[in-house]
């Protein structure tokens, strides 16, 4: 593992010992570790591993002091991620989920909804879909909430669902702006209020619980709902002003870096068991190239990362907020850390023959990375349009989600 990076600004918690969470999870990770079979055999986490997690309380790790927030820093966050996913990809996937979905609730809902869900006397974790696949219609004090919704990460360990709707323009029509544009409304609610579906038989990931769920004329009160695709940051607006995308973006990062590392980690621990017999894996001149091209690549892919979020940090602590390169650039090195991961775990896969064929850590692993890098938000348009901006060709355009869209 890499040793934690300091802060030295004013603008970052100073409440919650970064160290100490670091210095937590280390401690967690054997329990993460030989619980990785038995949550995969159950599709989420299993008690032992969430009662593990549950006092770094991954759901406020972004969120402000002033709500009961840690207010972590960006790249201390990719950290806290890195190490969870390193002895967990499935805890690590959960946590990042919490982390990033609670952040975006703290970050654009109203003060009323705030004063709820961030009392001090519950620590809400917050799962849900960012897809407007349902629709809200409006009604006296609120909306009532239909659809259905899929790949609700950690859903099972999370209190309220974090849900993207279509407003419906009283006729069962997608309503539209002044614009022109549709309207995408983040809707809050309680876990117990939907209906949850199971369907979550995939390859990877498998112990996350993404599963499928639903919403019946599910009430959602005025305060609960927020623009998903225009929402404004309600408070630390330097940092908020990452957005939704941006805040995701931080997660889905930190997962890679520490699922990558960790394969590297025990392709070399087994490679180092096979030495003293020529023509065993250890002794191959060929399989130690490969390994280092891809720590290499790695290494790179995960420096660059940090150095794009440093340049980030340093915006928001200056009081500024993102500017579209900026986040141009998040996408890219979120796009390269799972690249660099998908070859990493491939070339892994491909030289370690039975070992990284049977049930283990190194299957396990290669299965989520390509789980993991099918994800939409590692969608390859998105790197074309960050192309594009860095090219000059589009240095006129703003991203508004997942898309860079002419300035109207």
């Known amino acids: 593992m890499n040793a934690p990076l300091k802060h030295a600004s004013g603008y970052w918690g100073t ?5 100490s969470l670091m210095a937590h999870i280390e401690k967690v990770g054997p329990i993460l570790d030989r619980n990785s079979e038995a949550n995969e055999k159950l599709g989420r986490l299993n008690e032992e591993t969430f009662e593990a997690l549950k006092p770094v309380r991954m759901s406020h790790i972004f969120a402000g002091e002033d709500i009961g927030g840690a207010q972590l820093s960006p790249t201390q966050g990719l950290q806290l991620i890195e190490a969870i996913t390193y002895h967990s990809g499935a805890a690590g996937w959960v946590s990042m989920v919490h982390a990033c979905i609670g952040a975006m609730s703290a970050a654009f809902l109203p003060d009323t909804a ?8 519950t620590d809400n974790r917050f799962s849900g879909q960012g897809t407007p696949t349902g629709m809200l219609k409006k009604v006296d004090g609120g909306y009532r909430l239909n659809g259905k919704w899929a790949y609700a990460s950690g859903i099972y ?42 369907n979550w038989n995939v390859l990877g990931l498998q112990a996350t619980g993404s599963i499928d769920y639903a919403a019946n004329d599910v009430f959602i009160p005025d305060d609960m709902v927020f623009p998903i695709l225009t929402a404004e940051p309600q408070r630390m607006q330097e940092f908020f002003s990452l957005g939704v995308v941006g805040l995701a973006a931080i997660g889905h990062s ?44 790695v290494r790179a892919a995960r420096a660059f990362l940090f150095e794009v979020w440093r340049d980030v940090e340093s915006s928001i602590e200056a009081g500024n907020r993102m500017t579209t390169r900026q986040i141009s650039l998040v996408h ?68 508004q989600f997942y898309d860079l869209i002419e300035k109207k």
């Not at 409440?15 to 160290?19: C, L, R, V, Y």
């Not at 030289?351 to 299957?363: D, I, K, P, T």
């Open 15 to 19: 409440k919650t010992d970064f160290a």
């Open 157 to 198: 360990h999370a209190t309220y669902t974090h849900t993207a709707a279509l407003l419906d323009d009283g006729n069962g029509q997608p309503a539209k702006d002044e614009k022109g544009d549709v309207i995408v409304l983040c809707a809050h609610a309680p876990v117990d209020e939907h209906e949850l579906l199971g």
């Open 114 to 121: 705030i004063s709820r869900l961030y009392d001090g006397k």
């Open 254 to 297: 930190g997962w890679a870096i520490g699922a990558s590392r960790r394969m590297l980690d025990e392709a070399a621990k087994y490679a180092k068991t096979k030495t003293g017999r020529a023509g065993l894996l250890g002794e191959s001149d060929k399989f130690w190239y490969d390994f280092g091209r891809a720590e290499a690549r």
């Open 332 to 399: 890219l090195a979120k796009s390269e850390v799972h690249e660099a991961g998908v070859d990493a775990c491939h070339f892994v896969y491909r030289s370690l023959g039975g070992a990284s064929l049977r049930y283990g850590v190194m299957q396990r692993i290669y299965r989520e990375m390509l789980t993991a890098a099918n994800h939409f938000t590692i969608n390859p348009n998105i790197v074309g349009a960050a192309g594009r901006d860095l090219a000059g060709l589009w240095s006129d355009r703003t991203w």
